[in-house]
Every structure is written in structure tokens, then in C-alpha cells.
């Protein structure tokens, strides 16, 4: 899969070699940036949204940078947007979070095994993001592919599915 996780884009003037490899230094590069910015948010400063909105500012500048060669399913490029969604969540910019998460969940679905917990987690974001957003239908369609997902990997019983089901019959 190492092909699909480091797809470029399919341009008319495919990027050189030497093009890709740069910016797969500048991928490696711009994600140990954001970690050390990160680490310095939360220590220094948390919780000050002025730092949140200079990593969601790395975040975009780094992927409209990247988007340029890579694919939105490249590994470089998920990453970013889950730093994204993340800052977004930080801040309670819930329409932000859910436009990262959507744009994240295929290609995960496409990564990952069938029963993968990451790709579970995500849709049961994804559905608490469209509850809190009032769209109710696709929250329900969403926890109820994170439930799936859980109940194979946890098993029927367990007190996290329990709590999901709960949630639903609260909404």
C-alpha cells in the first residue's frame, strides 16, 4: 500500500523526482515543526487560542503547500489535516473539525484494515460533530459506522459500545 499512501498528484506535467523528494522533506520538516509548536502551546501557553490559530495557520499554509504534489490521501497530507481537525476541535470550530474529518475518513477507510479502531474513531467524531452541528441523520449514520467497527474489534458487550447506543437514544 506504500504506493497509495504516498500518491501524487496526477498532473498534466507530473512533478520530477527530485520535486517529490523535496517535498517529502518538507513534509517530514513542516510536521516536526508543528509537534515542537504544539509541545510549546501546551506548555507555555494553554489556553491561549491566539498559538491554536497559528498551528491551524501552519496546518493550512502546509497543505495548500503539499497539495500541490501530493494527493489529499497522501500519509503527509492525512496527517496535517488530523492536526487540523484537531485545532479546530481545540477551539470549538466544529464546522472546521468536520470538513478535516471528511475529507480524512476515505482515505483512512482505504488505509487501514476493515476493522481498524482508528478509522472507528473517526467516524464516531465525525457523528458527534454533525450531532453538535444539528444534523442529526448523518450523526446517527456515522456512530452507527463507528459502532459496527467496535462491536467486531471490542466485542457486542463492551461498555464503550453501551455508551455510543446511549448517546444515540439521548439525541
Same mark, same amino acid.
Given at each position: 500500500?506504500?504506493?497509495?499512501?504516498?500518491?501524487?498528484?496526477?498532473?498534466?506535467?507530473? &512533478? *520530477?523526482?527530485?520535486t517529490v523528494r523535496d517535498m517529502i522533506k518538507y513534509a517530514r520538516n513542516v510536521i516536526e515543526e508543528f509537534r515542537r509548536a504544539k509541545h510549546y502551546k501546551y506548555?507555555?501557553?494553554?489556553?491561549?487560542? &491566539?498559538?491554536?490559530?497559528? !498551528? !491551524?495557520?501552519?496546518?493550512?499554509?502546509?497543505?495548500?503547500? %503539499? $497539495? /500541490?504534489?501530493? @494527493?489529499? +490521501?497522501?500519509?503527509?497530507?492525512?496527517? %496535517? %489535516?488530523?492536526? /487540523?481537525? $484537531?485545532?479546530?476541535?481545540?477551539?470549538?470550530?466544529?464546522?472546521?473539525?468536520?470538513?478535516? $474529518?471528511?475529507?480524512?475518513?476515505? &482515505?483512512? *477507510?482505504?488505509?487501514?484494515?476493515?476493522? *481498524?479502531?482508528n478509522v472507528a474513531s473517526m467516524w464516531l467524531k465525525l457523528g458527534r460533530l454533525h450531532m453538535a452541528l444539528e444534523n442529526r441523520t448523518a450523526g446517527v449514520k456515522? !456512530?452507527?459506522?463507528?459502532?459496527?467497527? %467496535?462491536?467486531?474489534?471490542? $466485542?457486542?458487550?463492551? &461498555?464503550?459500545? +453501551?455508551?455510543?447506543?446511549? @448517546?444515540? @437514544?439521548?439525541?
Amino acid at each position: 500500500q506504500d504506493k497509495e499512501k504516498l500518491e501524487i498528484r496526477k498532473l498534466n506535467d507530473p &512533478p *520530477s523526482a527530485e520535486t517529490v523528494r523535496d517535498m517529502i522533506k518538507y513534509a517530514r520538516n513542516v510536521i516536526e515543526e508543528f509537534r515542537r509548536a504544539k509541545h510549546y502551546k501546551y506548555i507555555l501557553c494553554f489556553p491561549l487560542t &491566539p498559538l491554536a490559530c497559528e !498551528l !491551524l495557520e501552519i496546518c493550512e499554509l502546509s497543505l495548500d503547500k %503539499m $497539495g /500541490a504534489v501530493f @494527493e489529499d +490521501s497522501n500519509v503527509y497530507m492525512l496527517h %496535517m %489535516m488530523y492536526q /487540523a481537525m $484537531g485545532v479546530c476541535l481545540y477551539v470549538q470550530d466544529w464546522e472546521g473539525a468536520l470538513r478535516y $474529518g471528511q475529507k480524512i475518513i476515505r &482515505p483512512y *477507510s482505504k488505509h487501514y484494515p476493515s476493522y *481498524s479502531l482508528n478509522v472507528a474513531s473517526m467516524w464516531l467524531k465525525l457523528g458527534r460533530l454533525h450531532m453538535a452541528l444539528e444534523n442529526r441523520t448523518a450523526g446517527v449514520k456515522a !456512530l452507527k459506522r463507528a459502532i459496527a467497527i %467496535m462491536e467486531v474489534a471490542h $466485542g457486542k458487550d463492551h &461498555p464503550y459500545i +453501551s455508551e455510543i447506543k446511549k @448517546e444515540l @437514544e439521548d439525541h
